[in-house]
C-alpha cells in the first residue's frame, strides 16, 4: 500500500475500497479502487489469490493481514455461458488499518456482494462495460458515508438503490438479579419504547422507579420473574438502564481507581452535584466538589454506609443518600462489597433451617438470600452469628 496513504487515512474506519475481478489476459487485476492509486500493484500481487479465490473458497467471508492492513472481502463467481471461461469472478474489497475492528463492518461486505450478484443477474450490470464503471463512484461514496455518517444512500438506476448502514458492536448484558435495582439512564424512555416493543416491556417500565428491585417488580407488574429479567436484559443491551444494589444502610462499598475521573472531569463534578444535591434549604448549605469527593473516598471494605454517613456528617450536607450511592455505582466511582456466607463445617445441632444451608457455599450473597427467604440483611446476619463455629461471612 502507498506510504503516502498511511497516515491521511488512520482516522477513519475504512481505508480504502477496491473492485477486483478476474481478467482472462492479465489475471487477477484491480479494476476500481478508492482512494485512486491506494493499493499498489505489488501489495496486490502478494494477496490475490485469497482475492480471487478458487470456487471452493467463494460465497464466504475472507480476512487478509498484511503490511499493517486488514483486507475483508466476499469472493463471488457467476457462471454463465456469455462470460469468457464462462464464470465472472469478482470481489468487492474493504481495507482497514489492522487496529480496527472489522466485526461491524463484515454484514456490509456480504451486503454489496449479494447486491452486485443481484445486479448482474437482472441487468448485467458488471458485464456491461456502461454500467461497470458506476463502481467508481458508488465505492468512492460508500467510503465516504460510512466514514463520517455510518450510513450511506446509493442510487444506482431507477430500479435499484442501495441502503447501507453500521451498528455499533454491543457486548451481551449481563445476567439480572432479582436482588438488583434498575436505574433508568435514557432521558425519555417512555418515548424511545414505542407501542411496537413487547407488551411486557410496557408493563413493567412504570414499576422502575430506582428503589424498586427486579423481584418486586415482577409482583407489582404481575409479570413472571424470568420475563422481567429479560425485559431487564434488553434494556441493558440498548443502554436505557443501569443496575445497582439495593439501597441498605448496612451495605458496604469501595471506591474504584474510577473515581480519578471524577477528579479530572468538570462535566462529571457537575452532574454529579446536580443528581445527589437535594432542593436548596435554607438551614443547609449546597455540598461543595470537596466534600463529595471525600465522601466518596471514604467508603472501605468492612465500613457500612451507614458509618460513612454518620462520620462525614452528611445530614448537613443538603445531599440525597440514594442518588450519592446510584451516581458512584453507575459512573464507576465505587462498588458495592457484597456478604457470603460460607459453611466451614456441619454440625447436626445446627439451628440453621436446611434451605438456608444449602445455599452456603460461597456463591450466593446476602441480598440474593433476603430476596430468596423474605428476610432482612440483619435478621440474616443475626442467624448466621449464632452459629460462627460452622459458618463465616467473607466480604468480596
Same mark, same amino acid.
Given at each position: 500500500? &502507498?506510504?503516502?496513504?498511511? @497516515?491521511?487515512?488512520?482516522?477513519?474506519?475504512?481505508?480504502?475500497? %477496491?473492485?477486483?475481478?478476474?481478467?482472462?489476459?492479465?489475471?487477477?487485476?484491480?479494476?476500481?479502487?478508492?482512494?485512486?492509486?491506494?493499493?499498489?500493484?505489488?501489495?496486490?500481487?502478494?494477496?490475490?489469490?485469497?482475492?480471487? @479465490?478458487?470456487?471452493?473458497?467463494?460465497?464466504?467471508?475472507?480476512?487478509?493481514?498484511?503490511?499493517?492492513?486488514?483486507?475483508? /472481502?466476499?469472493?463471488?463467481?457467476?457462471?454463465?455461458?456469455?462470460?469468457? +471461461?464462462?464464470?465472472?469472478?469478482?470481489?468487492?474489497?474493504?481495507?482497514?488499518?489492522?487496529?480496527?475492528?472489522?466485526?461491524?463492518? @463484515?454484514?456490509?461486505?456480504?451486503?454489496?456482494?449479494?447486491?452486485?450478484? $443481484?445486479?448482474?443477474?437482472?441487468?448485467?450490470?458488471? %458485464?456491461?462495460?456502461?454500467?461497470?464503471?458506476?463502481?467508481?463512484?458508488?465505492?468512492?461514496?460508500? +467510503?465516504?458515508?460510512?466514514?463520517?455518517? /455510518?450510513?450511506? @444512500?446509493?442510487?444506482?438506476?431507477?430500479?435499484?438503490?442501495?441502503?447501507?448502514?453500521?451498528?455499533?458492536?454491543?457486548?451481551?448484558?449481563?445476567?439480572?438479579?432479582?436482588?438488583?435495582?434498575?436505574?433508568?439512564?435514557?432521558?425519555?424512555?417512555?418515548?424511545?419504547?414505542?407501542?411496537?416493543?413487547?407488551?411486557?416491556?410496557?408493563?413493567?417500565?412504570?414499576?422502575?422507579?430506582?428503589?424498586?428491585?427486579?423481584?418486586?417488580?415482577?409482583?407489582?407488574?404481575?409479570?413472571?420473574?424470568?420475563?422481567?429479567?429479560?425485559?431487564?436484559?434488553?434494556?441493558?443491551?440498548?443502554?436505557?438502564?443501569?443496575?445497582?444494589?439495593?439501597?441498605?444502610?448496612?451495605?458496604?462499598?469501595?471506591?474504584?481507581?474510577?473515581?480519578?475521573?471524577?477528579?479530572?472531569?468538570?462535566?462529571?463534578?457537575?452532574?454529579?452535584?446536580?443528581?445527589?444535591?437535594?432542593?436548596?434549604?435554607?438551614?443547609?448549605?449546597?455540598?461543595?466538589?470537596?466534600?463529595?469527593?471525600?465522601?466518596?473516598?471514604?467508603?472501605?471494605?468492612?465500613? +457500612?454506609?451507614?458509618?460513612?454517613?454518620?462520620? &462525614?456528617?452528611?445530614?448537613?450536607?443538603?445531599?440525597?443518600?440514594?442518588?450519592?450511592?446510584?451516581? /458512584?455505582?453507575?459512573?464507576?466511582?465505587?462498588?458495592?462489597?457484597?456478604?457470603?456466607?460460607?459453611?466451614?463445617?456441619?454440625?447436626?445441632?445446627? $439451628?440453621?433451617?436446611?434451605?438456608?444451608?444449602?445455599?452456603?457455599?460461597?456463591?450466593?450473597?446476602?441480598?440474593?438470600?433476603?430476596?430468596?427467604?423474605?428476610?432482612?440483611?440483619?435478621?440474616?446476619?443475626?442467624?448466621?452469628?449464632?452459629?460462627?463455629?460452622?459458618?463465616?461471612?467473607?466480604?468480596?
Amino acid at each position: 500500500i &502507498n506510504a503516502e496513504y498511511g @497516515t491521511i487515512f488512520m482516522k477513519f474506519g475504512i481505508s480504502g475500497i %477496491f473492485y477486483s475481478e478476474f481478467d482472462n489476459i492479465a489475471g487477477p487485476k484491480i479494476t476500481y479502487q478508492d482512494p485512486e492509486g491506494f493499493i499498489s500493484n505489488e501489495f496486490f500481487d502478494a494477496i490475490s489469490e485469497y482475492i480471487i @479465490t478458487k470456487p471452493q473458497l467463494c460465497g464466504q467471508i475472507l480476512q487478509v493481514r498484511r503490511s499493517g492492513y486488514t483486507i475483508v /472481502g466476499l469472493p463471488n463467481c457467476l457462471e454463465h455461458q456469455k462470460f469468457q +471461461r464462462n464464470a465472472l469472478l469478482f470481489n468487492l474489497c474493504f481495507v482497514f488499518q489492522e487496529q480496527v475492528d472489522t466485526s461491524i463492518y @463484515t454484514p456490509i461486505v456480504s451486503k454489496l456482494a449479494s447486491i452486485l450478484c $443481484s445486479l448482474e443477474c437482472e441487468s448485467e450490470f458488471l %458485464f456491461n462495460p456502461a454500467t461497470k464503471v458506476k463502481l467508481i463512484e458508488i465505492i468512492k461514496q460508500i +467510503r465516504e458515508d460510512l466514514n463520517t455518517q /455510518g450510513e450511506s @444512500t446509493i442510487y444506482v438506476d431507477p430500479a435499484n438503490t442501495i441502503y447501507l448502514r453500521l451498528f455499533p458492536k454491543c457486548e451481551a448484558p449481563p445476567e439480572v438479579a432479582s436482588y438488583q435495582v434498575p436505574i433508568i439512564t435514557k432521558k425519555n424512555l417512555e418515548n424511545f419504547v414505542t407501542k411496537e416493543w413487547d407488551l411486557t416491556l410496557h408493563k413493567i417500565i412504570p414499576q422502575i422507579d430506582g428503589v424498586n428491585f427486579v423481584k418486586k417488580i415482577a409482583i407489582e407488574s404481575g409479570v413472571d420473574m424470568e420475563l422481567v429479567k429479560r425485559c431487564m436484559q434488553n434494556l441493558l443491551y440498548y443502554n436505557c438502564i443501569t443496575m445497582i444494589d439495593i439501597f441498605q444502610y448496612s451495605n458496604m462499598y469501595r471506591v474504584t481507581p474510577g473515581i480519578s475521573k471524577l477528579a479530572e472531569n468538570l462535566q462529571l463534578q457537575a452532574a454529579c452535584l446536580k443528581y445527589i444535591s437535594l432542593p436548596p434549604d435554607n438551614k443547609k448549605k449546597q455540598p461543595s466538589f470537596e466534600q463529595i469527593f471525600s465522601l466518596y473516598c471514604s467508603f472501605q471494605p468492612g465500613i +457500612r454506609l451507614s458509618k460513612v454517613l454518620l462520620d &462525614n456528617d452528611v445530614q448537613s450536607l443538603n445531599i440525597d443518600e440514594r442518588c450519592l450511592i446510584a451516581f /458512584g455505582v453507575a459512573n464507576g466511582l465505587i462498588k458495592r462489597v457484597h456478604e457470603y456466607p460460607v459453611l466451614i463445617s456441619q454440625n447436626m445441632d445446627s $439451628s440453621i433451617p436446611q434451605d438456608i444451608t444449602r445455599l452456603l457455599d460461597g456463591t450466593h450473597n446476602l441480598d440474593e438470600m433476603s430476596c430468596i427467604f423474605g428476610k432482612s440483611h440483619q435478621d440474616l446476619v443475626k442467624l448466621f452469628s449464632s452459629d460462627k463455629k460452622n459458618i463465616v461471612i467473607l466480604n468480596k
